[in-house]
């Protein structure tokens, strides 16, 4: 698979649907759309996507998130979407269905949901103040660990042996400029956290969730 800069990342096992079907995917649309309209998620100047997130599916280690290459759309919709069915980290492979691949970023998901089964949902953002005021004060990954590889996957293994994986939680990807990883036990905290981190406001029904005090 190659991801949005053209490059291989990992090899993808791809079933097409033209629309994944997920109860929850409302609340996920909702909360990609105010990361996007926050240009956490989106496009840079050079045209070059960023940002995506994930909830997982009951109570296994199958996700859904947004494909690859949809950051220049607002609003998204179930053809959008891929349901990571498998994956295999060392292996460098993820299985996935839906109308588009998953995004190249899977395998960083799958590594937390692989880590701890009370996180359901993790969030990838960009955001160059953020990331450069965090960068070694909060979990922070290897500065070698590229976005979308096995070696930012196991950093971001590295981290999680290290940090209460029941709380709302930010992480830097050290060697991945701008980039931030955010987890929580629904979408609602995930995000939450992640635009708290960034100095954004929270939407008012999440206004009860706790403060980033990373």
Request: with cysteine.
């Amino acid at each position: 698979m190659t991801d949005e800069k053209g490059y291989i990342q990992f090899e993808c096992v791809w079933d097409y649907v033209e629309r994944v079907d997920y109860d929850g995917l409302t609340e996920l649309i909702q909360w990609r759309r105010i990361l996007h309209d926050e240009r956490l998620m989106g496009v840079d100047a050079n045209g070059v996507g960023y940002g995506n997130l994930s909830e997982r599916i009951d109570n296994t280690d199958t996700f859904v998130i947004t494909s690859t290459q949809t950051g220049h759309i607002r609003d998204l919709d179930a053809s959008h979407f891929a349901i990571v069915t498998d994956n295999d980290v060392r292996a460098n492979r993820i299985a996935c269905s839906g109308a588009i691949r998953a995004s190249s970023e899977s395998l960083s998901h799958a590594i937390l949901y692989r880590a701890d089964n009370r996180i359901g949902a993790v969030v990838h953002v960009h955001a160059g103040e953020t990331w450069r005021r965090l960068l070694g004060k909060a979990p922070t990954t290897g500065s070698h660990a590229e976005a979308g590889t096995v070696a930012m996957a196991n950093e971001i293994e590295r981290l999680a042996e290290s940090i209460d994986l029941g709380k709302p939680t930010v992480l830097v990807m050290g060697g991945h400029t701008d980039g931030l990883l955010s987890f929580g036990r629904t979408i609602s905290e995930a995000a939450s956290v992640i635009l708290r981190a960034c100095g954004r406001s929270v939407p008012k029904e999440s206004a009860s969730l706790p403060a980033y005090d990373g």
